[in-house]
């Protein structure tokens, strides 16, 4: 339910009223803009004038429909999404203002009434029979038990529970995840991406055109603490529904060894088959783990060809052979794809991608979007093209190769046809995380326009 109609933005401004909040939306709402950064004065100007406007019409009644657009960046902004929420408004799904452990336990957005369901139809992924094949990867989107509750309901079925480690790690300063307002079109394959993006930049949700950027440097709890939480987000999922668990590794005594790397990864990786993860993940492509380099950060691990392929054989023989595995790459190009998939397909169950782009990204000021590390991931309709050229030649060496693997296809999946087009290629299922973030009734949206015609699906019970 989502509605720009008279009646339901009068139903939002009386909530508002009744609430008391209309005094304080305005100092409230700029609060939430300068949270990170001061915008331009006549910038700033301009919307508090906006948002007094709004804040008059409110007291007034003289509210409506296409004040929501406004009404829905002022509340979200004020701290107010769950208000959004309640009368099933679309808004981000994470607080960008909260911090990494705020979020974990509050996912954001409107909550279907009844899950999305392709009725009896079902697809095949990793030896498993599930739902229509559309999901949420291995992001914050995915941090927790409740979120994974959250997303199932909404029609998410391919989940990928966030990244644990086996050691806790602290988020990266924040803002950690930003929209890149101005990126509404995708990037070439290999493209240098250099972006700028400010702290207080806004797509509207449900913007097909949405992209992102994010710095969050691989948070993770306690071991002890992430394997309960996944114990019960695991009772979660229904027959529908595949949770995979992604796992990354370190070097903990900085050896520079990758024997030490890899082992560092199985262990982990056995932690969460422990908690009772049946696929794991290995995340060989993030953009954002810290580094002490002048970027602030290290290359995707993928980019080292001996070093991934050690680091998966490791934990195949680590984990139990009933155990699936998934590797998780990082857009490469046809030299170095070419060579590594023939290298991991007899060890993997399935091969992810892509990740975030690593870019470069800045603020109008050319000061780093985020504080001490000026590359971060991109993500979203700008890394669509990318996207489609990986998944592509993914399938094309699956299709030639002797050892056969699904594919988990992601990138600059914002809307049903960008969904489908991946999918049209090969894919096994494909995942969203900017679309998602974006616009929590994505799956639904999916569903609604493809669960009957979707190729590919199982014949039978």
């Known amino acids: 339910m989502t509605t720009s109609s008279p009646d339901a933005v009068r139903r939002l401004r009386d909530d508002v009223v009744g609430r008391g909040l209309v005094a304080g939306l305005p ?46 960046r002022v509340l979200y902004l004020a701290g107010q999404a769950d208000l959004l929420a309640a009368h099933g408004v679309l808004s981000p799904m994470y607080d960008l203002l909260g911090g990494f452990r705020d979020n974990l336990a509050r996912p954001l957005g409107p909550r279907r009434p009844e899950r999305p369901t392709a009725g009896n139809r079902r697809w095949s992924l990793l030896g498993r029979r599930i739902g229509f094949p559309i999901g949420v990867p291995a992001c914050v989107l995915n941090g927790s038990e409740a979120w994974v509750r959250h997303n199932v309901a909404n029609g998410w079925n391919v989940l990928t529970y966030k990244t644990v480690r086996g050691r806790a790690h602290p988020p990266n300063e924040q803002p950690n995840w930003v929209f890149a307002a ?33 710095s ?17 987000a695991l009772r979660a999922v ?11 590794g370190e070097d903990p005594d900085g050896t520079g060894r990758v024997a030490d790397l890899a082992a560092d990864f199985a262990r982990t990786a056995l932690l969460a088959q422990e908690a009772g993860a049946s696929v794991v993940e290995l995340n060989l492509s993030c953009p954002n783990t810290l580094d002490r380099t002048a970027t ?8 080292d060809p001996d070093a991934t392929v050690t680091v998966v054989d490791t934990v195949r023989r680590a984990l139990d052979d009933r155990t699936g595995l998934v590797a998780k790459l990082s857009w490469l190009d046809e030299p170095r794809l070419s060579a590594l998939v023939p290298e991991l397909a007899p060890l993997v169950d399935g091969i992810a991608g892509i990740n ?10 050319g000061t780093p979007t985020f504080p001490g590390r000026e590359l971060a991931g991109l993500s979203g309709i700008a890394v669509r093209e990318p996207a489609l050229d990986f998944t592509r030649r993914l399938v094309a060496l699956r299709d030639a190769g002797g050892a056969p693997f699904d594919v988990l296809a992601m990138g600059g999946v914002t809307d049903p046809a960008s969904f489908e087009a991946l999918f049209g290629l090969g894919a096994d299922a ?10 929590p009734f994505l799956a639904a949206a999916c569903v609604a326009e493809l669960g009957t015609t979707l190729p590919r699906a199982l014949e039978g019970p």
């Open 27 to 72: 100092a409230a709402f700029l609060a939430g803009i300068t949270g990170f950064g001061q915008p331009p004065r006549a910038e700033l100007d301009a919307l508090a004038a906006e948002v007094e406007g709004l804040a008059g019409r409110l007291a007034s009644g003289a509210v409506d429909g296409g004040d929501l657009p406004l009404l829905t």
């Open 356 to 365: 975030t782009v690593q870019s470069r990204v800045r603020r109008r000021d």
């Open 216 to 232: 969050f440097g691989v948070p993770s709890p306690e071991p002890a603490e992430w394997m309960a939480d996944l114990e019960r």
């Open 296 to 303: 602030g950060v290290k290359p995707p691990l993928c980019l």
């Open 430 to 439: 494909v995942q969203s995380a900017a679309g998602a973030f974006a616009d």
């Open 182 to 214: 101005r990126e509404t079109a995708s990037l070439p394959p290999g493209a240098d991406a250099d972006v700028v993006a400010d702290p207080w930049d806004w797509v509207p949700p449900g913007n097909p055109a949405v992209s992102s950027v994010n």
């Open 238 to 248: 229904g027959d529908e529904q595949l949770l995979l668990v992604s796992v990354m």
